[in-house]
């Protein structure tokens, strides 16, 4: 089965502390996995994908793999980092993408 | 700059209407997708289309059907709308998957209330 499970409905951290937004995936192919994003009254986009392993905003994430997880980190929260965010799996050759139920994060002053 | 755009942000129907909703890519993209957004449960999809004419039901097509006569024009619709439609609905467009999957690009939204 292609499920993709995000644990915390919502994460609340003070601004400067670290982000970990948790996501694991169950998949018996070889996995392609994104997080996007969704600021206050904006679309929801991209914000990283496995592959590039690149850092946006500040954020990272790391595919394990051994644990089937793909966790975005953040070492210091920022408050425009408040927004709900996404973790995704591609299936079916990259047509098709299985989301999570999303995070809330919310960054306090 | 990818635009996808949506006919509504706010539609307000009574049970048992027919409901129309369009979504429009200026990307040429192959791909495109209804889902519906709800607290808790994320982003599900309903259904998508891989090209003109073509469609395929996704995780959730029950009380709903698509259309897709041009390739950048994907309607989903309510054939009779019911209050447990009620939420808001996300299209999105993409390129046809390859050896890497495609940003799928996502439309404003249309918040639907069924009353």
């Known amino acids: 089965a292609q499920r993709v499970t995000q644990p915390e409905k919502l994460l609340s951290v003070f601004k400067g502390a670290p982000v970990e937004l948790k996501c694991n995936y169950s998949y018996s192919g070889s996995p392609e996995l994104f997080w996007y994003v969704q600021y206050s009254r904006q679309r929801l986009q991209l914000l990283l994908r496995h592959i590039s392993r690149e850092s946006i905003k500040g954020f990272t994430a790391d595919l394990n793999k051994g644990e089937t997880s793909f966790h975005l980190k953040k070492p210091f929260a920022q408050e425009e980092d408040s927004a709900m965010y996404y973790c995704a799996l591609s299936v079916l050759n990259g047509n098709k993408l299985v989301f999570g139920a999303g995070t809330i994060l919310r960054v306090k002053s | 700059d990818v635009k996808v755009t949506q006919s509504s942000r706010y539609l307000v129907k009574r049970t048992g209407e027919k409901v129309f909703l369009e979504c429009v890519q200026d990307m040429d993209h192959e791909n495109m997708f209804w889902y519906r957004q709800d607290p808790g449960l994320g982003l599900r999809l309903i259904y998508f289309s891989y090209d003109v004419k073509m469609k395929e039901k996704g995780d959730i097509p029950e009380g709903y059907s698509v259309s897709r006569e041009k390739k950048e024009r994907f309607s989903l619709i309510l054939e009779s709308a019911s209050t447990n439609q009620t939420s808001m609905y996300l299209c999105?467009?993409?390129?046809?998957?390859?050896?890497?999957?495609?940003?799928?690009?996502f439309g404003p939204g249309t918040r639907l209330t069924v009353l």
């Open positions: 999105a467009s993409g390129l046809a998957g390859g050896p890497r999957t495609d940003t799928q690009y």
